[in-house]
């Protein structure tokens, strides 16, 4: 017979050794009690196996052996009823385990590994059961926990009390904070360890987190505000007071809070304060009033408002003393303003919105003829229909419109005559203030007749001047023209000597047509200033060889200093300046000496003129820049000049902006000083040799409908070495050219020439005849100078326009000769 045994599968076998599974590791199953009934019935089953053996090895009675056999099957089969109800157990607990998805449970070994993990853990704390089995639970934790032994401050803790309970942050695997609720409890029996319950509270702590966020800006805003809130329940007892009203009553929060409002401030009991704030609890609407606390030698008002709340009301305290002085102020200055305006000698009312009249007073009365009774209140058009579209009325709107202020003077529409009104906006509407000023338009009128008749006499002069001396320049330009010529040509001293008066008194002739011509200019404003950087040295230079042998032949000294600075300034008019003030001296200096030097002071470059002469009485000092002023020559001695030089220097002052400064002691002499800004210092230029006069052969053309003029200036051309073709107008020239056959050197034309023809047309044409676009290199166009002796902005701006340099008549031959030493310089 064949003994039969049952044999426990593999893994029952393994799932009852000492309750560890199939690896040797503490099962995580928590029902004990069944896993002990499971190791009763395995010894139960071996110790039958050896009974079973033994008697089948002392007998073969086949009816034992069955008997044995039934034994075991019936044990078997409780034993497989008992795995079956184990597993079972293990499956709920499984399900609830992982249905439990808002915990984090999860079981750890005595020292504290991860032995169980469920799908809460997972989806609170990040990791994987694959990945946390058997980490340490230090990963919940951050560092510097981990590193005070917190995770093993808790287990100990959870020994010694039995249960423990905390709300603490966790480290989520993904690196950020989770707050949860944990609970821990050791395990008791054979399955040692420790049961983690972790209830996820990141988001109830960030509500909270918001809602304290929330409280702490809600107190941030009301302890902010400038009005003191004290915030009661429904029995009018403290909750709450912000920041300023403990600054206002002295008293703490918390001495306050759970006390009635009557209860913190005796005085309100029975007052009209409390009436109000029972009145807001029970209707629900807020209230309000304006306080008057008298203290000890101090006053102060209080705005107080009741408003309801969810949990009371809510009371409001404003300190507005400073408001209420203010309006007391304001209206005792308005009784002040009230006494003013009606003791101006201005009529004055004013209007609202509206355009009613809110005040009139009494000269308005007066010189309206009504009383101010019967038209305040009503509108300005309604008291007088004549407003009605007047300039008046519409300046008053256009004033309220755009809020500005406006003065205006009008015929009244109301009055008839002349008026003086300024308007001014205001909250409340307009003050209009007005007053009769037709003596004074009388006068203004009178006045403007005056000046337009002394302006049309002015004006009248400057066309007789600027006449006067363009037709004096013609006959004078050939004089001195002609006199240059004669000079190698005159023998005899007798000869010689009448000549050279002769040309002395053409130099004074021309003096006094080129200073008139200066004024004119100037007072023309046909004068633009071309600034640069202007070295002082060839300036000084220039006046020194120009006016020393004017001063040694009057025994003078002239001293001008060395000067290397460099000025911001126009070279010729600042020379201009620099040439009147010497020549000023030379005539007013009888002995001693001129001294001409420059300076550095404040940021500025200063050049004196000074003299040792009769000097400047202290009433002649402003008056020494008028036209035709001279001190001490009421002869008016020629030699002493026209009276025009310090005019022309202040004139070119104000153009310039270069300040002059004058300080003079009668009897001992006289300075000037012409303050320049700074300029850059720059190297000396290499002018040009006055080798014009030597022409060597150039071929110049001169157009001048004057024919003493046309001759004098082909005489002192061919003097100089030019060929020369001269003609009256553009037309001759060109007819001569043409003749000629060769391209002109150089073109002097007249600027105003006979029939409307002018001499920058007349160059235009004659280069005309020689541009060739196509001839490479170009030669460029033929230089031209314009002579003139206009005094307007059209020939100078002409002249610019064509490129041409200008000179304006008399000129001497040697400025002549200069002029085109400029010109040709480059060629």
Not at 312 to 318: E, I, M, Y
């Amino acid at each position: 017979m064949t003994k039969q045994q049952s044999v426990p599968n593999e893994s029952a076998d393994n799932r009852i050794k000492g309750g560890r599974d199939r690896h040797g590791q503490p099962d995580s199953g928590p029902d004990a009690t069944l896993l002990a009934r499971l190791e009763e019935l395995e010894r139960e089953n071996a110790r039958l196996q050896t009974a079973l053996s033994t008697a089948c090895s002392g007998c073969d009675d086949l009816l034992t052996v069955t008997a044995l056999n039934e034994d075991l099957r019936t044990a078997f089969n409780a034993l497989e009823h008992s795995r079956a109800a184990h597993a079972d157990s293990e499956r709920r607990l499984r399900a609830i385990l992982d249905s439990a998805i808002g915990h984090a449970i999860l079981t750890l070994s005595p020292n504290g590994r991860v032995t169980s993990w469920n799908p809460g853990a997972v989806r609170i704390l990040g990791w994987t059961e694959d990945e946390a089995r058997g980490q340490p639970v230090d990963i919940l934790f951050p560092p510097e926990e981990v590193a005070a032994g917190v995770p093993d401050a808790l287990r100990v803790r959870a020994l010694a009390e039995g249960r423990i309970q905390e709300e603490r942050a966790f480290c989520h695997r993904d690196g950020f904070v989770v707050w949860g609720a944990l609970t821990i409890l050791p395990l008791q029996g054979d399955e040692e360890g420790f049961l983690w319950i972790l209830h996820d509270r990141s988001d109830e702590r960030r509500m909270e987190e918001a809602i304290a966020d929330a409280r702490r800006r809600a107190t941030d805003i009301l302890d902010s505000i400038d009005e003191a809130l004290v915030a009661l329940d429904c029995d009018y007892r403290v909750i709450y007071q912000n920041r300023r009203a403990e600054q206002l009553d002295h008293q703490s929060l918390s001495a306050m809070r759970g006390r009635r409002l009557w209860e913190v401030w005796p005085q309100l009991a029975g007052s009209d304060l409390e009436a109000l704030c029972r009145k807001t609890m029970m209707e629900r609407q807020p209230t309000g009033v304006e306080k008057r606390f008298d203290g000890e030698g101090t006053t102060l008002w209080l705005e107080i408002r009741f408003l309801p709340t969810p949990e009371g009301v809510g009371c409001f305290f404003r300190d507005i003393t400073t408001r209420k002085r203010a309006e007391e102020e304001a209206r005792a200055s308005h009784e002040r303003a009230v006494k003013i305006l009606e003791s101006i000698s201005d009529a004055f009312y004013a209007v609202d919105h509206d355009w009613r009249f809110t005040y009139i007073n009494r000269k308005a009365e007066q010189l309206w003829g009504r009383s101010r009774d019967t038209m305040l209140g009503r509108r300005l058009w309604e008291v007088f229909p004549k407003t009605l579209g007047s300039e008046s009325l519409e300046a008053q709107k256009q004033a309220a419109r755009e809020g500005r202020e406006m003065a205006i003077e009008v015929v009244s529409p109301v009055l008839g005559h002349w008026v003086e009104v300024n308007i001014y906006p205001s909250p409340d509407g307009l003050s209009v203030y007005f007053r009769d000023i037709t003596a004074r338009r009388q006068a203004q009128q009178a006045l403007l007749q005056a000046k337009e008749t002394a302006e049309a006499a002015d004006l009248a002069k400057g066309k007789f001047l600027a006449a006067a001396s363009h037709d004096l320049r013609q006959p004078l330009q050939a004089l001195l023209l002609f006199v240059d010529v004669l000079k190698p040509h005159v023998q005899g001293s007798q000869g010689a000597n009448a000549l050279m008066h002769l040309g002395r008194g053409l130099d004074a002739l021309k003096e006094l047509l080129d200073s008139l011509l200066d004024m004119s200019r100037l007072d023309a404003g046909v004068v633009q200033p071309n600034i640069e950087n202007v070295s002082v040295t060839p300036l000084f230079d220039h006046i020194a060889a120009s006016y020393r042998p004017v001063a040694a032949a009057k025994g003078l000294e002239l001293h001008v200093s060395s000067c290397k600075a460099a000025a911001r300034t126009d070279r010729t008019l600042l020379t201009r300046m620099v040439r009147n003030l010497v020549e000023n001296a030379l005539r007013y200096t009888e002995s001693g000496r001129i001294d001409i030097e420059c300076r550095r002071a404040g940021g500025r470059l200063l050049i004196e003129v000074r003299d040792t002469g009769i000097g400047i009485p202290p009433d002649h000092l402003e008056r020494i820049w008028e036209e035709f002023h001279q001190v001490g020559n009421p002869e008016r001695d020629r030699n002493r000049g026209l009276g025009l030089g310090l005019a022309i220097v202040r004139r070119l002052s104000q153009l310039l902006n270069h300040p002059v400064d004058v300080q003079s002691r009668p009897g001992q002499g006289t300075s000037f000083v012409i303050a320049l800004p700074m300029g850059r210092s720059i190297e000396a230029p290499v002018t040009a040799a006055e080798a014009a006069t030597a022409g060597r052969g150039r071929f110049a053309v001169v157009v001048d409908d004057d024919a003493i003029v046309l001759l004098g200036l082909e005489t002192i051309f061919r003097e100089w070495g030019y060929e020369v073709l001269v003609a009256g107008s553009a037309q001759k020239a060109v007819e001569g050219l043409s003749r000629a056959g060769r391209r002109p050197d150089l073109i002097v034309a007249d600027y105003r020439l006979r029939e409307g023809q002018f001499g920058t047309d007349a160059v235009a044409r004659i280069r005309a005849l020689y541009d060739d676009p196509g001839k490479s290199p170009s030669p460029g166009p033929i230089p031209g100078l314009i002579l003139t002796g206009e005094t307007g902005p059209d020939c100078e701006r002409d002249a610019a326009a064509h490129g041409l340099g200008i000179i304006h008549k008399p000129v001497t031959p040697r400025q002549l000769s200069h002029a085109l030493g400029e010109l040709l310089g480059g060629q």
